[in-house]
């Protein structure tokens, strides 16, 4: 969903989408399992977020199109944007976030969060990205505002309980 605003647009990524802006853009998504990768150029104001659910990609073994559900393919296309934009991945800085345990899986289990987390963080070995902030893992769900023109995220963290409707803190990561 695009929200055209007098200082700019906000987007709100849902599951399976990713954006690239500029410094008039701020990009919205709220959290559980899933992992949400923030990339921002200090220097050009430029900026890039994915909501992935899932580690790995959608056809390893094909050349189907790319789908941002998966953590692999989200990167893949967000590089492919910087790239078409002049840039180089180690131009920008890298943010994690999410990575929530929404389920007990009982002891030993291997949960999507706990994947998804090894997966952002093996993409960004990969890709050989700055991580200068990480919010993962734990519980509960986290909403997100990623402001391009400055490169702040701001999170909201809810406590992981049934009935928690309210976030029980708020607080600039970086």
């Known amino acids: 969903m695009t929200t055209a605003l ?3 647009i906000d987007i709100f990524l849902h599951p399976g989408e990713w954006y690239f802006g500029d410094r008039h853009t701020r990009i919205y998504t709220t959290l559980g399992s899933c992992v949400a990768i923030t990339l921002w150029h200090p220097q050009l104001k430029l900026g890039a ?8 990609d ?4 094909s050349d189907e199109a790319l789908n941002a559900r998966y953590g692999e393919d989200a990167m893949r296309l967000m590089v492919a944007e910087i790239r078409r934009m002049g840039t180089r991945p180690g ?4 943010k994690l976030f999410g990575g929530a345990s929404m389920f007990d899986v009982g002891p030993g289990g291997g949960s999507v969060a706990r994947r998804n987390i090894q997966a952002a963080e093996a993409l960004m ?3 050989e990205l700055k ?8 519980c509960g769900y986290r909403q997100l505002v990623f402001n391009i023109a400055n490169g702040d995220v701001w ?3 809810g406590d992981g ?3 928690s409707r309210q976030a029980n803190g708020s607080g600039e990561v970086a």
Do not use: F, I, N
């Open 58 to 61: 959608a056809h390893p073994h």
């Open 131 to 138: 991580t200068v902030a990480r919010s993962l893992g734990g």
């Open 6 to 8: 007098e200082s700019g």
């Open 155 to 157: 999170v909201r963290q």
């Open 125 to 127: 070995q990969r890709y």
């Open 91 to 94: 131009d920008y800085e890298a």
């Open 161 to 163: 309980s049934a009935d």
């Open 49 to 56: 977020m994915c909501h992935y659910m899932l580690p790995g």
